[in-house]
């Protein structure tokens, strides 16, 4: 049955690699989950991996993309209405392979399960899309904790939302190309973040600390032509930069 998906794969630059400094061709897998989504075109590789997450299923429909696979519980999902759940259904009969259905007494969340699952695929570079918002702030703070997740299993995360990027950055150095322009916000994850420097940037540091239980980080600002650095020698960072 055809449901109006777009089934090829696209190619140009995603946000991310045109504001930051990585690997380009390494595949990614993109994970779609139900927080508060601003429909936008999201770049598919080839090689790409793609899981919608419960009623991040709809957010993928309503971009006409076909999911590799699905996965939740589908507690969500259902109480999206009759449409969403007879969607699901008819891909559940047609292709059985692409729905990965959970328990809804499990330890771990959609998105987790999904990551957990991409990584077995030999995924380590992660987009996750409706990660932040909606009716639940738990499942917000449970994303940025799958951010660190992500990191301490090899892998690399963004957050990806209509007009930002988060991410985690640990005894490692992050760069931003010239360009941007926009609030970047820097917290420590960690009790101490050490030997924190910030070039590049509105206000610099060198050297410094930050700590959990003071947002000395927030609003600084992109310097549109000049390359922004931010490495903490010691520690983990929140890093949150307008797009």
Do not use: W
Request: glycine residues 8%.
């Amino acid at each position: 049955m055809d449901h109006g998906y777009r089934h090829h794969r696209i190619k140009n630059k995603s946000l991310t690699e045109h504001y930051m400094n990585f690997e380009k061709s390494e595949p990614k897998c993109i994970i779609i989950s139900a927080g508060h989504f601003v429909p936008m075109e999201i770049p598919i590789a080839e090689n790409d991996l793609v899981i919608a997450c419960d009623a991040g299923f709809i957010y993928a429909e309503q971009l006409g993309i076909l999911p590799d696979l699905i996965v939740g519980d589908f507690d969500s999902l259902s109480e999206a209405g009759t449409m969403a759940m007879r969607s699901l259904r008819e891909i559940a009969e047609s292709d059985p392979d692409r729905i990965v259905k959970l328990n809804v007494k499990k330890d771990d969340t959609d998105t987790i399960m999904a990551v957990k699952i991409a990584l077995s695929k030999g995924y380590r570079k992660f987009m996750l899309y409706g990660s932040l918002g909606g009716k639940r702030i738990d499942h917000s703070i449970a994303n940025l904790q799958t951010l660190l997740f992500i990191k301490h299993n090899g892998g690399t995360g963004y957050i990806i939302e209509e007009n930002r990027v988060l991410l985690i950055a640990e005894n490692e150095t992050i760069r931003f190309h010239r360009g941007n322009s926009g609030m970047v916000s820097i917290f420590s994850v960690s009790e101490v973040s050490k030997g924190v420097t910030i070039r590049g940037l509105m206000y610099s540091l060198e050297n410094g600390e930050l700590r959990n239980d003071f947002p000395l980080g927030v609003s600084n600002e992109f310097i549109i032509d000049e390359e922004a650095e931010i490495t903490v020698r010691e520690g983990t960072l929140l890093i949150t930069a307008d797009m």
